[in-house]
Structures are given as C-alpha cells and as structure tokens.
C-alpha cells in the first residue's frame, strides 16, 4: 500500500518556563553543526491506515496513533496531542528513471484568523525512500503561517530538508549547513511574503538539475517569472540522490487537541473564490515543466467538514476549507 508522505505536522516541544516554545532539539552529527533548538519538519511522513512501532521513536518525537491526524508528543514526563489536517494530490507511481521535480503557482493571504497554537501551510514535497526509514529522503518548500517561530500571522516562504526520517540530519530555513542560497535570489528561506490588496499569487519549482544533479529552488512573485534561490547539494542524500519517487502538493493545518482548527488556505471552501494550486506540474532535469497524467494524481482529505480539494482540472486544484473542527 503506497504511502501517505508529508502529512504530519510541526514537531512541536514544550519546555517549562511557565509558558510553551515551540522548539525540537537535533544533533547535525555528520555535518558538524552545533546542537541548536529550532523546529523541525512542518509535515512528517505519516500514513494513516499503516501502524507505528513506537519504539522507533524517543522522548521528543513525534508518534502516530490511531491516524495520522493524531499525533504524540512528550515533554517532561507531560503528553500533549496534536492534530493534523490536509487536502492535497500526490503522484506516487513514478515513471521509469523516477521523479526529477514538481512546480505550481499557489495563492497566499494575509492576516488569516489564526493563533500561537495553530498553524497553517501550502506546500509541495518531493521524497524519496521508506517513510520512519532512517534514509528517508524529503524536501519541502512553500508558504507557512506559523506564530509560534516568527512571532506574526504573516505568511512566511519555507524550506525544509530530511536525509533520515526526521531524526538529526536536516532542518528548516536555514538553520543548518543543507540549503545553499545563492546572490541575487528573489527570496530568502524564513522571508515573510507580503500580498497586496490582501493576497497575491507566489511560484517556484524544485528540481533536480542535468547540470549538477543537485536539488534546485526557483522561485517567482506572480506566475512563473522564476529566479534560483538555492539548492540541496545532491551529497546530502540517499535516494534523493537520484530521483524522487513521491510527489505531494496540498494544504495543511496544524492544531492541539480541545482547540479548532485553523482556516486552511483563505478559509473558503474550494471554488473560485478560494485558495488554488495552479500551473501543477511536474519538472524534467531541465527545468521545465509538463503536466502529470490525470490517472496518476491521486486526492485525498482526510476531515472533509473543515476541508477539501477540488476536482483537478486544466492543471489546477482548489482547495480549503473554513476550519473550526475541535479533535
């Protein structure tokens, strides 16, 4: 049964000092980088029909029960639940030679009604290799709005990077030696995004590059219109080394257990007035797109009373949903 990639949420820790910070600590043992609290994955890969060997994890991760939209975290002997929820489309059935990329244009908003415990995104992952493996491979990039680590409601431009399963070896932005930025970039990982009028559309594509074979970012304000942010050097890697073997482009949220959801992309239910995937494609070693078989996309929402994904048509998906579901 193919799995369910990129569909957990921040791996939040509480320490005590009266209040809760969002934090995880991670130790970049085989670059050299010193311990440092920062947050991890915004989704980790959880399938919700599969079960979980919880001895595979240790305080301070996060484990699966039930589903993947119930996720454990221990913290000073304390147990905290949080929820997580998503409608999306995904490829997982690669053609021979693998995956080589994905691009879309997705619209993004500002001041949309959430708080310090919630925490909504739009993304596109790229991985490769056995979900919980410890050579699991991912990449993922796109706008976040997350006030527990920026401190605001603005929608911020992320990245983030997995070489084994979430465990130590990778991180968010650039918090650690991975992502390589490069001069002149439009952009910069962490950047909060600014729409006028309040909204505006963003772009970028994540590729492996013929040239190099390194895993590259570009990124555009409005449709295409892209420049190189950066890329993953493909030594970092596994099976991302070569290829990719999953593809997943969709919207999350991110909440605790007793408090609702937060709104997910602008808090409309999918239509025309609501939040979109467009120009969905996936990319050759070349840098350019082509749109992947209908037959091969598979749709998935896992909580269809607070959200959904439309009908994919003319390479777009809607997608959304008001929130306000208490786990």
Known sequence: ???????????????????????????????????????????????????????????????????????????????????LQVARYRVDEPPAGGYTGAMATLDFYSSPSTNARQLTAALICVSAGKPYGSDFNEIQAGWVVDPSRYGDIKAHFFVYWTADGYRSVGCYNLDCNGFVPVNGAPITPGDALEPTHGQAKISFKIFKNKEDGDWWLHFGYGVNNFRPVGFWPKSLFTHLEDHA???????????????????????????????????????????????????????????????????????????????????
């Open 1 to 83: 049964m193919p799995q369910d990639v990129c569909l957990a949420m921040l791996i939040v820790v509480f320490l005590t000092n009266h209040e809760a910070t969002a934090s995880i600590h991670h130790v970049h043992s085989n670059t050299g980088v010193p311990s440092v609290n920062m947050t991890s994955s915004l989704f980790m890969a959880l399938d919700p029909r599969e079960s979980v060997d919880e001895s595979k994890f240790t305080k301070h991760r996060s484990v699966s029960k039930w589903a993947h939209t119930h996720i454990i975290h221990m913290s000073n002997h304390k147990m905290y639940v949080l929820f």
């Open 245 to 327: 073997e999953l593809i997943t482009w969709g919207g999350f949220t991110k909440c605790f257990r007793g408090n609702a959801c937060p709104p997910m992309g602008n808090g409309q239910w999918p239509g025309k007035n609501s939040a979109s995937f467009q120009n969905v494609q996936l990319v050759g070693t070349n840098g350019q797109g082509y749109v992947p078989p209908v037959w091969t996309l598979d749709v998935y929402a896992d909580n269809k009373k607070c959200y959904q994904a439309s009908t994919f048509l003319d390479d777009m998906f809607y997608y959304g949903g008001p929130g306000g579901c208490v786990n």
